[in-house]
């Protein structure tokens, strides 16, 4: 059987002895696709699902174009004429900067072990592509009110969370009972639901970082009703890797067979027929298999979220408070992502400087004016 090179990992087993220093006659031998195998995958760090995003980036796009350099030949010009056959063949600037993002970081590991002199990617000529300061989408609200009323019953209370308390995907899927307190009205956002290959796991939020967020009494409302409806059921998965020790946790929303929601299943089979009913997405074409629906890149579940921000913005909420909500790790993150959401911002200033200077004005003028007491 011929192996599909798309399908091919460069994850190799770590090898607990230290490689030998090459010589100096050894220092740049070999391809770039050989250095990533034997030498960079192994000592890859980060979250597995980092991990897994890095090897994807790697695999799919780095190893088949430049793959076959030597190592110490990649040059300037060969990373121009990557970064010209990336801007022809991916859409997001953002994916773009990342797939160079991983190769700089792969030669300067490279720099590192002494396998080259220095990344050719720092080399003046070499100019990535400018990201863009692309704007957060957000729905009107009676689009997300339809969309919550056409999902079904089980999953809609996703939809409320999305919507009344930011969270994101896999935290909705991770969120248990004992993760609300209805007395204080907060809502503890301490682990989501991931899957990398297929398989799911328990991890802790983005940033690996345990937040609280505010719970409005509508949302609250609407949870009892769902775990009133929809029993919570324990469930036992894996915690911080699919190959992690296994932990069990009592879950809000899950299948109707008592497993952890996939996120590309439910996105497939839930969500996308959602949309569609609600009119958000055109209607699955005749004839289609049941996952073949139109492409929704800013409509996905994540929309929710935008949604929240914006409400929370037009309604003059801090942005300090909403970073912290959200789990952003700085309100500068918060501000650049949404500052569109903030219709008055300026104004409120520019208003409150007219008072008063106004208000000194209209002093200055009764002080001059032909029957002021100081004329006289």
């Not at 991770?174 to 209805?182: H, K, M, N, R």
Request: proline letters at 8%; a positive charge; aromatic letters at 6%.
């Amino acid at each position: 059987m011929v192996e599909n090179p798309s399908t091919r990992s460069f994850v190799v087993p770590y090898n607990p002895s230290p490689p030998t220093p090459p010589h100096c006659s050894q220092v740049g031998k070999g391809s770039l696709a050989e250095y990533i195998e034997t030498h960079w995958a192994p000592g890859r760090g980060g979250a597995p699902k980092t991990q897994d995003s890095q090897e994807r980036r790697t695999r799919l796009h780095i190893v088949p174009h430049l793959g076959q350099l030597p190592l110490r030949s990649i040059a300037a010009t060969d990373l121009r004429a990557f970064i010209t056959k990336l801007e022809s063949t991916v859409s997001s600037v953002d994916y773009q900067r990342s797939i160079l993002s991983e190769l700089s970081s792969i030669l300067e590991a490279a720099v590192d072990d002494k396998r080259l002199a220095r990344n050719p990617m720092h080399a003046k000529s070499v100019r990535w592509p400018k990201s863009p300061r692309e704007q957060r989408h957000a729905w009107p609200m009676d689009t997300a009110l339809r969309v919550r009323d056409a999902i079904n019953e089980r999953s809609s209370i996703a939809v409320v969370v999305g919507l009344g308390c930011g969270l994101r995907q896999g935290e909705v899927f991770g969120l248990s009972p004992e993760d609300v307190d209805y007395e204080r009205g907060l809502l503890h956002v301490r682990r989501q639901v991931q899957a990398i290959h297929g398989r799911l796991y328990f991890t802790l939020p983005k940033g690996k970082k345990i937040r609280t967020v505010d719970l409005p009494r509508s949302v609250a409302e609407e949870l009892k009703r769902h775990i009133e409806a929809f029993p919570p059921v324990e469930v036992e998965l894996p915690w911080g890797k699919p190959e992690g020790e296994r932990k069990k946790s009592s879950l809000l929303l899950t299948t109707r067979f008592g497993n952890a929601v996939a996120v590309n299943t439910w996105n497939t089979y839930t969500w996308k027929p959602a949309l569609a009913k609600a009119g958000v997405i055109p209607p699955r074409a005749e004839g289609a298999k049941a996952w073949q629906w139109a492409a929704a890149p800013k409509d996905g579940f994540h929309v929710l979220r935008h949604t929240y921000a914006s409400i929370m913005l037009e309604a003059g909420e801090s942005v300090v408070t909403l970073a912290r909500w959200l789990g952003h790790s700085s309100p500068a993150i918060t501000l650049g992502y949404y500052a569109h959401f903030m219709p008055e911002a300026g104004s409120k200033g520019r208003g409150t400087i007219d008072r008063l200077l106004g208000e000194r004005g209209d002093r200055l003028a009764g002080r001059n004016s032909p029957d002021s007491p100081q004329r006289r």
